[in-house]
């Protein structure tokens, strides 16, 4: 699972630093750990939280996941591949089966270049970058949350339709 604990990217105050990046806050922390918790839930076939995992269709499954490798990504696109890279060259080539995140457009870009040439699946949690969509040129990528074009689709339309608006500004980030 590629995740974001740290930024190479931002000012960090003291104590704050962990392995040379600023130790993100824990609400970002746990996405991560909502993820391993869902994973465990999934396995255990328990649908306290996400009913789907205890049904008939889920306990008839008789796959289970195993997580090989908590990455942090650092926010950057080289560290995320070399974190990979490193990860497939210590367990072998043919160890990882699907990649979980990144959370951030621009290294889900990159990561999702690499793993389509390995044919390994990526799914992302919150990488809403348009790009993305092109099954094309990300074959194997996957993602939970729409893209910034259909979230700005569905938007104006309820704007129109259910709220009468007629004119909106908006502001756009790139991340």
């Known amino acids: ?3 974001r604990w740290t930024d190479v990217r931002v000012t960090c105050p003291s104590g704050k630093i962990h392995l040379g990046g600023c130790l993100l806050s824990t609400d970002r922390q746990s996405v991560a750990l909502s993820a391993l918790l869902a994973m465990q839930h999934f396995n255990d076939r328990d649908g306290r939280f996400v009913p789907a995992l205890g049904s008939v269709e ?16 650092r926010g950057s696109v080289p560290s995320a591949l070399e974190r990979y890279v490193r990860l497939t060259q210590r367990l072998g080539p043919d160890s990882v089966d699907v990649v979980i995140g990144p959370g951030l457009s621009k290294v889900s870009l990159a990561v999702a270049t690499l793993t389509a040439f390995q044919d390994v699946p ?17 074959s194997r990528f996957m993602r939970t949350i729409p893209s910034d074009d259909g979230e700005a689709t569905a938007i104006c339309a309820f704007w129109r339709k259910e709220m009468d ?6 502001l756009y980030a790139q991340d």
């Open 165 to 170: 608006f007629t004119t909106a500004a908006v």
């Open 122 to 138: 990526i799914m992302s949690y919150s990488s809403t970058s348009p790009l993305l969509s092109s099954t094309d040129t990300y």
């Open 1 to 3: 699972m590629l995740q």
């Open 58 to 73: 889920t306990r008839a499954c008789d796959k289970n996941l195993s997580l090989l490798g908590l990455l942090d990504t």
